[in-house]
């Protein structure tokens, strides 16, 4: 799912080719994407883009007259940027955005349809898609603690938690807490005020760090690869892997679709933590170091 820093690029890479232009039409592909019925999705052509912005990990585009445009990528949708009055694609295809200089497609990869696209009048109905998460990149150490400790969760939950925190999901959240040297399972009210201060000042880096560089790399050309699995992440993707500070290989926690991903030495004192499937399965013959991980591939 795209996050903060692949949502910042799109924003940037949108700015200079929508900002300001007229919305000509809007076709959509599928029936699964508009999810709001009043005003009508109509109403939105002819109307000029006064602004692009970001509601954690949906992007608004702000229209003449009020009107917001409010679309979340979800997993797997995604943006490119195409001559006016493109063909939508046939299986992946869900919506076009004609300009009179291009038109912008929206897709999705997969049989499920989970990307979204409201149509909002005023400020007020605009808010009611905020999450209501914590813009790392501009909260102050102390207001970062605060939200961190409000409910006693673990590390991992409470950072990809969008009530808590805005636009950090699966991927981002593995590579702060990796910098931080923090497990991803310690819970948030055991962290000291200097422990939360400094992940808070790391996670403000990490994300910048990695919406610059993505800016940067892209260009003037509009992002044709935006994931969340980049090959010089520290530990996210990386299971089996080496951790580039250390050499440890990289371990993981598995729930349901998604995957915790960590080093064991930078992060958990050379403690597996326990996958709940694995864990499961073998009960107490689970290893609990690296060592009697080795040994059980022995056997």
Not at 214 to 222: C, P, S, W
Request: glycine content about 8%; some cysteine; hydrophobic content about 40%.
């Amino acid at each position: 799912m795209p996050e903060l820093p692949d949502v910042e690029l799109y924003l940037h890479a949108l700015d200079s080719r929508v900002v300001g232009h007229t919305l000509e039409r809007i076709r959509i592909a599928s029936p699964f994407l508009l999810r709001s019925v009043a005003p009508p999705l109509e109403s939105a052509e002819g109307r000029r883009v006064r602004s692009l912005g970001r509601l954690g990990k949906r992007l608004v585009f702000a229209l003449d007259g009020e009107l917001f445009l409010v679309i979340h990528l979800m997993i797997a949708g995604r943006f490119s940027w195409k001559d006016r009055a493109a063909p939508v694609p046939g299986k992946v295809g869900l919506a076009a955005f004609d300009f009179e200089h291009g038109t912008l497609l929206l897709t999705e990869a997969g049989a499920k349809r989970r990307a979204s696209l409201f149509l909002v009048q005023g400020p007020a109905a605009l808010a009611e898609h905020d999450p209501g998460g914590l813009e790392v990149l501009s909260a102050t150490p102390a207001a970062f603690a605060d939200r961190l400790r409000s409910e006693n969760r673990t590390l991992k939950r409470a950072l990809t938690d969008p009530r808590l925190f805005s636009g950090i999901g699966n991927a981002y959240s593995d590579e702060i807490l990796h910098a931080s040297r923090l497990s991803p399972v310690r819970l948030t009210s055991t962290l000291s005020d200097d422990e939360a201060h400094g992940l808070a000042a790391t996670a403000s880096v990490t994300l910048r760090t990695w919406r610059d560089r993505l800016i940067a790399e892209a260009g003037d050309a509009f992002p044709a690869r935006v994931t969340a699995f980049r090959g010089d992440m520290a530990v996210h993707g990386k299971f089996g892997q080496c951790c580039p500070v250390c050499g440890t290989l990289v371990q993981r926690i598995q729930y349901a679709a998604n995957e915790c991903n960590y080093c064991p030495e930078c992060q958990t004192g050379g403690r597996l933590l326990a996958d709940r499937g694995l864990s499961r399965l073998l009960g107490k013959d689970w290893p609990r170091t690296l060592e009697e991980l080795e040994e059980l591939k022995r056997r």
